[in-house]
């Protein structure tokens, strides 16, 4: 299934909470009382992982529901996903400065689930100003030189500064950490969601990210029968950051 195959967001969280549910409609019942049986029999974890496809449509849909929306300052957010990379498209409109820029990432992390839901970026090429506007010449002058002394001088690029400035993502050094859990968390769906399915990692390929996604069979189960099967006391303590992440990946999000 591909996310390509709904009309919108909306569609797409209303199905997928369904979607495992249909795949076993018949003998329900008697496969909630296989899975009882054997995790009485065994405390490891059931590791099925689906892989979901998610057309570049889609993602830019996303981008623009709980990001551009949200945010007063970012006028666009989007993508082009290719083979192990994206170009990232941004413009933004603070304090009398208008600029379009663009850059190049790796996926370095995908993370949602029921506690962080996060994306980690790399920055791969230096930003690109495809148009930059302000309410006065010394300002623009002022913004060139800024970004002429990141790039010839510190050699590094102010995309992360920016975007922690208007409060957007997190960046340590070139990688840069987008938390959306502020956005999501009044969105009853995705949240009911991620207590049923989480995502893992991601990986970016022509035109769709591929997220790597786990069944939580626990609530899946509790759902079904009204009763919680494992207690929150026999669960590890729950992860405050990405699960097996990539290089600077651990580093916490500071909302």
Known sequence: MSLSDF??????????????????????????QT???LYNKTTEKL?????????????????????????????????????????????????????????????????????????????????????????????????????????????????GVILTYINIARAKDDIIYLDIHRWLKKNQKIMSTLHKVQVNYGEVEEEQLILKTQVNYRDLLSGSSGEDIINDDDEPELMKGPINPLGDATEPSQE
């Open 47 to 159: 590791d099925d992982e689906i892989a979901l496809p998610v057309g570049q449509k889609y993602v830019n849909d996303a981008l623009q529901k709980f990001v551009t929306d949200n945010v007063k300052s970012i006028l666009e957010l989007r993508v082009e996903l290719h083979d192990d990379w994206f170009r990232l498209y941004c413009t933004i409109n603070v304090a009398g400065i208008y600029i379009e820029v663009a850059s190049n990432f790796s996926l370095v992390h995908v993370q949602l689930d029921r506690n962080v839901q996060r994306f980690v970026f790399g920055q791969q090429t230096y930003t690109d100003v495809l148009n930059l506007r302000c309410e006065s010449f010394m300002k623009r002058q002022g913004i060139k030189l800024a970004i002429w002394f990141y790039h010839s001088v510190l050699k590094k690029d102010p995309l």
């Open 35 to 37: 899975f009882r049986k």
């Open 7 to 32: 009309d919108n967001f909306d569609d797409f969280s209303d199905t997928i909470g369904y979607r495992f549910n249909e795949s076993f409609s018949n003998g329900w019942e008697s496969l909630t």
